[in-house]
């Protein structure tokens, strides 16, 4: 099994719906322990929790919360004494930053979007830091940032900013055996994609142009990605953005 005997901590868990319910119900079946935290609503997510394979422990985190952040090694600490991994999948914009609203966003929310979307890659990295091991491995999800898209305004921006973030992570955190890296996935009808107004024009294309086509409903694939990268295969990959998109990303418009 791949992630035999590793300890993986996976953010972003709201319904069973989303990659980051696949990413943990593979890594158990690939043999991980896992901790989950949760935001806004840990009772929702320890009820989530109960349809994996084993039920894992949740610990409520607002990863902008600088007082949370201090405290979450402790806490991690409380069902596992290291860390072989981190699952970033977290993404938030305020209604006003998206939708076509690009012109008109005020500053305080687009830095409510970089602050959730991309500093918090970061601050969660560092934050677990003194549980994780060399060879250890942090994987976040991204929307390909490389381009501009209807609708996804600011929420692009803060993403082109978490997969420059990786990067960086990858400079500062590799002397100490800790790589960095991102899924880029294709859309696919979560919570957070019903949150963009619009969202169905991502459908259209991705349908219409995907050579592997793509289907919006099925995380696993994207799942499966980042589990590949919590482990061991890939011992000199870092700042890489993998795409698990169908292939669109290659694809001329």
């Known amino acids: 099994m791949l992630l035999e005997g590793k300890k993986i ?34 009772t929702l997510v320890e009820r989530i929790a109960k349809r994996l394979p084993k039920q894992a422990p949740v610990i409520p985190l607002d990863v902008t919360n600088a ?102 992570l990858a400079q500062y955190l590799g002397p100490q055996g800790i790589r960095s890296n991102l899924v880029s996935a294709g859309p696919l009808r979560s919570m957070a994609a019903k949150s963009i107004p619009g969202f169905e024009k991502f459908e259209e294309s991705w349908a219409n142009r995907a050579p592997l086509g793509w289907e919006l409903t099925n995380a696993e694939p994207a799942a499966k990605a980042v589990v590949a990268l919590l482990s061991d295969w890939f011992p000199a990959t870092t700042g890489e953005i993998v795409h698990v998109d169908g292939g669109y990303h290659a694809m001329a418009g």
């Open 67 to 168: 007082e949370e952040l201090a405290g979450i090694a402790d806490k991690v600490r409380e069902h596992l004494p290291t860390l072989d991994g981190i699952v970033h999948s977290i993404g938030f914009a305020p209604q006003t930053a998206l939708g076509g609203n690009f012109l008109e966003t005020k500053w305080e929310d687009v830095a409510a979007a970089v602050h959730a979307s991309t500093y918090s890659y970061k601050s969660l990295a560092t934050a677990l830091l003194p549980l994780m091991k060399p060879g250890g491995s942090i994987v976040g999800l991204t929307f390909d940032a490389t381009v501009a898209y209807p609708v996804y305004d600011w929420m692009g921006v803060a993403k082109a900013g978490l997969e420059s973030a990786s990067r960086y």
């Open 9 to 42: 901590l996976v953010t972003g868990v709201i319904t069973d719906q989303s990659i980051a319910f696949s990413v943990a119900r593979v890594a158990q079946e690939q043999g991980a322990e896992i901790v989950l935290t949760a935001y806004p609503r840990p």
